[in-house]
């Protein structure tokens, strides 16, 4: 009788390739690269389902760390390959890796249909700042006033907000989170049970490029200060509990309030299928206003695939697949003259 094959559950480790990881020392890539390793297992995946898709750029690389089936495609194009691997089986788990140049300058089109059309899939925008692979030039993303070797003498260009241009696009799902936070994996989780597209922006620090861009909330004096987690069911508060934020409903803008002893009375309660406090949160001015992470915006709807499979299947009921009667209908002709002679 033959034995059956315990199959253990995956370790981060099992996540690992033999790949030497290249990226630049302090690059915060290498924080997300673990923090999707030690995800992987926590949510039952498996590397033989799963499929990590990339375009270009240093994020891009991250699909040679991955020990899983990967794709490393061209400038932009991984929403169109990561489609086409998701129709072709709708049964694999598929990720999308990104930058802010990628996704939102040269890909830009195609990451708007992939959010609207709500393919069942992840996408991580990694969000530095700049094109770092191609020596720091000035990003989508990067902010009025930023002096690189193509604006040498500071950017005038209106910075995109990743965020608000994938609500903008439809996206079901929005989040953010911090390449080296703890709390990185709770917000992947939540990326991938959502069924549709997951879209996260991750704040990553390029150390060469665009070193603490993000230092105002990111550093330890700043970060419990200016970060707002966004939890569904509880009040918008941070600054240890200090200050939250509520809903001026005459003009429907956020303010900031001090909160006396904790009393969280008036303070906004965070609901992630309210889609108008998403855009209120991913537009808030930092400085002013915290920085709003976690989960921001989760409504399910039907999946791209879900839609397009169903259909096709609809259309083929009750018919016979004839292949030869396909290839003659239409404009097809024999030709019956003999050839030249040589």
């Known amino acids: 009788m033959n034995e059956l094959t315990t199959i253990r559950p995956s370790t981060p480790k099992d996540w690992e390739t033999d790949q030497e990881v290249r990226w630049c020392p302090g690059c915060g890539d290498y924080a997300i690269l673990k923090a999707v390793q030690r995800t992987m297992p926590e949510i039952g995946g498996t590397p033989e389902n799963t499929v990590f898709v990339s375009g270009i750029g240093c994020s891009s690389r991250f699909p040679y760390y991955m020990e899983t089936y990967g794709f490393h495609t061209i400038h932009g194009r991984a929403p169109a390959v990561a489609t086409g691997v998701k129709l072709a089986n709708p049964e694999l788990d598929v990720w999308i890796i ?16 992939l959010l609207r ?8 925008l990694f969000n530095n700042e700049i094109y770092g692979l191609t020596k720091g030039q000035y990003s989508p993303t990067s902010r009025e006033g930023t002096r690189s070797p193509s604006t040498p003498f500071g950017s005038v260009d209106h910075p995109a907000k990743p965020c608000a241009f994938a609500l903008g696009s439809g996206a079901r799902f929005v989040a953010r989170g911090i390449d080296v936070h703890k709390r990185l994996p709770e917000v992947l989780k939540a990326a991938h049970a959502h069924q549709g597209t997951g879209f996260v ?19 330890k004096p700043n970060a419990v200060l200016n970060q707002l987690w966004a939890e569904h069911g509880k009040p918008l508060v941070f600054a240890n509990g200090a200050k939250g934020l509520s809903l001026d409903t005459t003009t429907l803008t956020l303010k ?16 992630v299928r309210n889609r108008m406090i998403a855009h209120l949160l991913v537009e808030m001015p930092f400085g002013p206003f915290p920085m709003a ?14 839609a397009l499979l169903a259909q096709n299947k609809a259309a083929a009921e ?13 404009q097809t002709w024999m030709v019956d003259k003999a050839p030249h002679a040589i």
């Open 98 to 113: 990104t930058g802010d140049g990628d996704a939102l300058s040269i890909g830009g089109n195609h990451t708007m249909h």
């Open 117 to 124: 059309r709500n393919l069942n899939c992840q996408v991580l």
């Open 201 to 219: 922006e991750i704040f990553q620090n390029c150390i060469v490029y665009n070193d603490d861009v993000f230092e105002p909330f990111t550093a």
């Open 256 to 271: 900031v309030v001090d909160l006396v002893d904790g009393d969280t009375t008036g303070v906004l309660v965070h609901d």
């Open 293 to 306: 992470l976690g989960v921001l915006y989760d409504d399910p709807a039907p999946t791209f695939e879900s």
């Open 318 to 330: 009750g018919k016979t697949a004839d292949l030869q009667k396909l290839v003659s209908k239409g």
